[in-house]
Protein backbone atom coordinates (compact mmCIF):
# COMPACT_ATOMS: atom_id res chain seq x y z
CA UNK A 1 0.00 0.00 0.00
CA UNK A 2 1.65 3.22 -1.59
CA UNK A 3 0.20 6.25 -0.53
CA UNK A 4 2.72 8.71 -1.76
CA UNK A 5 6.27 9.68 -2.25
CA UNK A 6 8.76 8.54 -0.06
CA UNK A 7 12.03 10.99 0.12
CA UNK A 8 14.87 10.69 2.48
CA UNK A 9 15.25 13.43 5.35
CA UNK A 10 17.59 14.68 8.21
CA UNK A 11 17.45 11.62 10.80
CA UNK A 12 14.94 12.58 13.74
CA UNK A 13 14.39 10.52 16.90
CA UNK A 14 10.67 9.67 17.56
CA UNK A 15 9.77 11.77 21.32
CA UNK A 16 8.03 8.41 21.60
CA UNK A 17 10.00 5.25 21.70
CA UNK A 18 13.76 6.88 20.19
CA UNK A 19 13.96 5.26 17.17
CA UNK A 20 15.44 7.13 14.26
CA UNK A 21 13.31 8.51 11.50
CA UNK A 22 14.89 9.09 8.23
CA UNK A 23 11.95 8.62 5.83
CA UNK A 24 8.76 10.94 4.63
CA UNK A 25 6.66 9.77 3.32
CA UNK A 26 3.45 11.99 1.79
CA UNK A 27 -0.29 11.45 2.10
CA UNK A 28 -0.51 13.07 -1.37
CA UNK A 29 1.34 13.16 -4.69
CA UNK A 30 2.54 16.77 -4.33
CA UNK A 31 5.26 16.51 -1.88
CA UNK A 32 7.72 14.39 0.17
CA UNK A 33 9.82 17.01 2.04
CA UNK A 34 8.28 17.55 5.23
CA UNK A 35 7.51 21.24 6.38
CA UNK A 36 7.09 22.86 9.70
CA UNK A 37 3.57 21.59 11.13
CA UNK A 38 3.73 18.73 8.72
CA UNK A 39 2.23 16.04 10.74
CA UNK A 40 4.64 12.91 11.66
CA UNK A 41 3.54 9.44 12.44
CA UNK A 42 6.22 6.87 13.57
CA UNK A 43 6.85 3.70 11.70
CA UNK A 44 7.70 1.73 14.55
CA UNK A 45 5.58 2.81 17.63
CA UNK A 46 2.96 5.00 15.82
CA UNK A 47 3.81 7.84 17.82
CA UNK A 48 2.04 10.96 16.01
CA UNK A 49 3.96 14.41 16.25
CA UNK A 50 5.07 17.63 14.19
CA UNK A 51 7.61 18.46 12.40
CA UNK A 52 9.61 21.59 13.13
CA UNK A 53 13.20 22.83 11.47
CA UNK A 54 14.59 21.07 14.82
CA UNK A 55 13.26 17.60 14.44
CA UNK A 56 9.79 16.76 16.06
CA UNK A 57 7.85 17.98 18.51
CA UNK A 58 4.02 17.06 20.67
CA UNK A 59 0.78 17.91 18.84
CA UNK A 60 -0.73 21.03 21.20
CA UNK A 61 -4.39 19.68 22.81
CA UNK A 62 -6.05 21.85 19.36
CA UNK A 63 -3.69 19.99 17.03
CA UNK A 64 -4.41 16.97 18.18
CA UNK A 65 -8.94 18.18 18.10
CA UNK A 66 -8.03 19.26 14.22
CA UNK A 67 -5.93 15.85 13.17
CA UNK A 68 -8.32 13.72 14.80
CA UNK A 69 -10.33 11.15 11.88
CA UNK A 70 -8.10 13.05 9.20
CA UNK A 71 -7.99 10.74 6.81
CA UNK A 72 -4.29 11.74 5.77
CA UNK A 73 -3.55 11.04 9.09
CA UNK A 74 -5.39 7.66 8.98
CA UNK A 75 -4.19 6.66 5.50
CA UNK A 76 -0.34 6.96 7.29
CA UNK A 77 -1.35 5.01 10.29
CA UNK A 78 -3.39 2.52 7.83
CA UNK A 79 0.34 2.89 5.94
CA UNK A 80 2.19 2.40 8.97
CA UNK A 81 0.03 -0.79 9.56
CA UNK A 82 0.85 -2.02 6.10
CA UNK A 83 4.60 -1.29 6.82
CA UNK A 84 4.63 -3.71 10.38
CA UNK A 85 2.14 -6.28 8.33
CA UNK A 86 5.01 -6.45 5.56
CA UNK A 87 8.01 -6.80 8.04
CA UNK A 88 6.17 -9.49 9.97
CA UNK A 89 5.90 -11.62 7.26
CA UNK A 90 9.78 -11.32 5.94
CA UNK A 91 10.42 -12.23 9.37
CA UNK A 92 8.30 -14.95 10.70
CA UNK A 93 8.16 -16.91 7.28
Known amino acids: MKIGNTTKINKFQCLNCGHGLDLATSTTA ?18 IAAFEDYGLR ?9 IAGDE ?3 A ?11 VRK ?3 S
Open 72 to 74: RVL
Open 58 to 66: HLTSDEMHE
Open 76 to 86: AQKNRQWVVDE
Open 30 to 47: EHAMPVPGDVSVCVYCGN
Open 90 to 92: KTY
